[in-house]
């Protein structure tokens, strides 16, 4: 069985693989405050709830956007796996060309599922992550990432709102029951919602146009996608496990 982990800003995505076949996926929030031990313990405990063991794990890749948590992992698994995680990175087969101005700064997370995209999907493509940030980026028919849109994800812009406001208060991210908002609940949930989803569709169009490809696979994923989804005018794929199943993809590459 492989172990595929995604550590995110908010939350680490674990899934276990065999046989290219996902059995089970499961979070764990990302704290820089907790120690080896505690996530060890904490991995090992939702494997057994899991009925997966521990010793069947025989491999285990990693992308990860915060790189205070790499030593963490690195150190867990070794201790409580006794296996060494290949990470997503520099040097790392993944057969996706990465064509921007700086590749290093390219996040994991958005080669991992430009790389599950072009295997499950084809190319050309547009890769949609919605999570701490909302990423949309384009992969060419010629498999090369060449660029996208970052922009704050729906807890992130609107927990910035909440702060600098006196007046309003922290809003649950729920469907409005209109576009036009009655309160100030709904009002804030319509521009969560809808105005999220606008702008996803706006983007979509735009990047369509600026490359000249009316047809071409969007696909889809992220915690915030669950919702989301529904609201957009746009054809997209939707894939809750999209990152899961590049990191497994990557990892048989690199054997």
Same mark, same amino acid.
């Given at each position: ?7 995110? +800003?908010? +939350? @680490?995505? $674990? ?9 089970? @996926? #499961? ?6 405050? *907790?120690? =080896? !031990? ?12 899991? +009925? ?8 285990? %890749? ?10 963490? $992992? ?6 409580? #796996?006794?296996?060494?995680?290949? $990470?997503?990175?520099?040097? /790392? ?7 921007? !101005?700086?590749?290093? &700064?390219?996040?994991?997370?958005? %080669? ?6 072009? &295997? ?11 999570? /701490?940030?909302?990423?949309? #980026? ?17 807890? /992130?812009? #609107? ?15 729920? *469907?409005?029951?209109?576009? =036009? ?5 709904? @009002? ?28 071409? +696979? ?9 919702? =989301?989804?529904? $609201? ?16 497994? =993809? ?6």
């Amino acid at each position: 069985m492989i172990l595929c982990i995604d550590i995110g +800003n908010t +939350n @680490c995505v $674990f899934g276990v693989f065999e046989n290219d076949s996902l059995l089970t @996926c #499961f979070r764990l929030e990302s704290k820089l405050s *907790q120690t =080896i !031990d505690e996530y060890g313990v904490k991995v090992l405990e939702l494997l057994k709830f899991h +009925n997966l063991e521990r010793q069947k794990i025989e491999g285990v %890749i990693i992308s990860s956007v915060v790189p205070p948590l790499d030593g963490t $992992f690195e150190k867990m698994l070794v201790k409580y #796996f006794n296996l060494k995680p290949l $990470f997503v990175g520099p040097g /790392t087969k993944t057969g996706v060309r990465i064509s921007v !101005d700086n590749p290093k &700064q390219v996040g994991a997370d958005i %080669i991992v599922g430009a790389v599950a995209s072009i &295997q499950k999907y084809g190319t050309p493509t547009i890769i949609i992550d919605m999570g /701490t940030a909302i990423t949309l #980026f384009y992969v060419d028919d010629k498999k090369e990432l060449v660029g996208g849109v970052i922009a704050p994800g729906i807890r /992130t812009g #609107f927990g910035g709102l909440f702060k600098n406001t006196a007046r309003l208060e922290e809003v649950k991210l729920h *469907q409005p029951p209109s576009v =036009i908002g009655r309160d100030t609940v709904s @009002c804030i949930q319509s521009a969560m919602v809808h105005g999220t989803s606008a702008m996803i569709d706006g983007l979509i169009r735009k990047i369509k146009k600026e490359i000249g490809i009316e047809k071409i +696979n969007v696909v889809l994923t992220g915690g915030e996608s669950r919702l =989301i989804q529904h $609201f957009l005018e746009e054809e997209v794929i939707y894939d809750e496990d999209l990152l899961m199943e590049g990191l497994n =993809i990557i990892y048989k590459k690199n054997q």
